[in-house]
């Protein structure tokens, strides 16, 4: 089983960055023929949604309302994946999940949270003045 830590999360003024972390302790992503990481993010009453993906390519994709705004990149030799999210606001504001799958995700079913098997337990970002 493979354990997700996320880390990074916390308050933040609108305009303000953060940068969240995810971790795979034992594991090492980039030995898997091929996989897709993600991070999503749900908010109270919602579902979760998907934010932005990379694949083993580096083949990303991101959620319409973060273009240009966060950028996620994994570091293989740190075995972590990154997401930097600038410009925050208060739409911004919920619990961060970081997801792994194993296999490739076709482009068009990166955000279908049915797809990635591992999840961490989140990690909240709190945008507000």
């Known amino acids: 089983q493979v354990r997700l830590v996320e880390s990074g999360g916390g308050s933040v003024q609108p305009g303000g960055s953060l940068r969240l972390s995810c971790a795979a302790p034992?594991?090492?992503?980039?030995?898997?023929?091929?996989?897709?990481m993600g991070w999503f993010r749900q908010t109270p009453g919602k579902e979760r949604e998907g934010v932005a993906t990379?694949?083993?390519?580096?083949?990303?994709r991101y959620a319409d309302s973060v273009k240009g705004r966060f950028t996620i990149s994994q570091d293989n030799a740190k075995n972590t994946l990154y997401l930097q999210m600038n410009s925050l606001n208060a739409e911004d504001t919920a619990m961060y999940y970081c997801?792994?799958?194993?296999?490739?995700?076709?482009?068009?079913?990166?955000?279908?949270?049915?797809?990635?098997?591992?999840w961490g337990q989140g990690t909240q970002v709190t945008v507000s003045s």
């Open positions: 997801a792994a799958s194993q296999y490739r995700i076709s482009w068009w079913a990166r955000f279908q949270k049915a797809f990635y098997a591992y």
């Open positions: 990379i694949d083993k390519d580096g083949s990303t």
């Open positions: 034992g594991y090492t992503w980039n030995t898997w023929r091929g996989y897709c």
